[in-house]
């Protein structure tokens, strides 16, 4: 799935202490509030760990949470397979009442397999319905169809451009920004050249699936792609074809660094943020992540996105943006009379546009509610990327399309980063797709 939280800044204890099978207790929350007279408790598993820049924002309205109401909040941190870990919290009878977690992967069929219940009635009852972005509702839709069942409440929107280290580049002799792939290859002979990595990427995990999917749609419309994600079809579609063969020549070419076949998201942002690698692709999370680093990178760097190639579906450079990211979906256990009110309570005061802000400045999201958050918008990278969309075109994110098929997706699609050919990998994702 893709990942807001880089395994590195993540701490060990915080890992040993949550296990696999969830206890449900306090995890990750220190120092928490002292209730006020209430009572009650609440179950939560949260995607937002431990040195994630949301945590933080997330910590705060938690406390202030049980502060008002009285109300424990029990806080397990999700770990990286946190589907499984839901799942196996729930199949062992200890549920939580809240999940807050990207909608990915086997998330997508959580609603179809009971674990979660779905929030159509919520966002109207909760005065939520007037405040949300309806293309930010529509992506938690299931099936990805306009009438679906709403599968949770979106929260942390993001963008996803390429980040181009300008100094590297400069030092290696590139003027500018590539724009075609043909610039793309040119620029990562002469950094290869001056000894600087060109593009990483983790090929062996969600960071490698996001760009080859990028990539592979380079000569497709979105209705074509979005099906062929859904139910195969690589090998038998020429333009999708067609796009998994410009992958192999630009991996060929040595446009990604060195072995990007055994390296993860986290390698991927080690090698950027060091200055090791000129360029990334890498979604809005790693905005502030980046200046946590202490390199300085986030000055360096400039958003754009990824290169075109001659004859592509797209006018511009193509970059990812969506809603898919965290969100609040809530399982039969916490839509129980004893728990929704409680649900509600803690869920309508993270869309307070106070704490909406809140996230927008400490994580970078893009809010899926309406209202002026650009003063929030603090971080540099994040201010660049606001001003993106004049020079970009949207590509179609695989998530919602691929669904529980990621995970044998991936493992096709670290072959793909090594040596496999565009007909293997093609064949490879159709029976991945199917199954």
Known sequence: MHRTTPRAVRTVAALAACAMVLTLAAC????????????????????????NSAAKAQKRIFDAFTAETGIKINVTEGLEAIDD?????????????????????????????GVTVPVDQYVKDWGLAGKMKPEALDEWRAGGAPDGKLQGLPFSGFSWPVWYNTDLLTKAGVTEI??????????????????????????????????FYQIAQSFTDAATMEKVMQGGGYCATPSVLNGVKLFTQLRDAG?????????SSDDMYASYYSGKAAIMSAGSWAYTESAASGTGIEKRTTLDGFPLPG???????????????VGFMITKHGAESGQIDKVRKL??????????????????????????????????????????????????????????????????????????TPQEICAGLDTATKG
């Open 85 to 113: 870990q839901v799942e196996n919290a729930v199949a062992a009878g200890k549920s939580p009442d809240l999940v807050i977690v990207n909608l990915f992967d086997k998330t997508v069929g959580w609603l179809d397999a």
């Open 311 to 325: 004859g592509s579906a797209f006018k511009r450079p193509t970059s990812y943006r969506g809603f898919t990211g």
């Open 178 to 211: 590539p724009k075609t792939t043909d610039d793309l290859i040119a620029a990562a002979k002469k950094l290869r050249a001056a000894k600087i990595g060109p593009l990483t990427v983790g090929g062996n995990d969600w960071s490698g699936q996001k760009l």
């Open 255 to 263: 446009v990604f660094v060195d072995n990007a076949a055994g390296l």
């Open 28 to 51: 990750g929350s220190d120092d928490p509030a002292e209730p006020a007279a209430g009572g009650g408790t609440l179950d939560i598993v949260t995607r937002w760990s431990s040195g």
């Open 347 to 420: 869920v309508t005061k993270f869309y307070a546009d106070p704490a909406v802000g809140d996230f927008v400045k400490d994580a970078g999201i893009l809010p899926p509610t309406t209202g002026d958050f650009a003063s929030y918008a603090t971080d540099p990278l994040l201010a660049k990327s606001l001003g993106l969309d004049a020079a970009v075109d949207y590509a179609v994110l695989p998530d919602v399309w691929i669904g529980s098929a990621s995970d044998p997706i991936t493992q096709v699609l670290t072959g793909a980063y090594g040596k496999a």
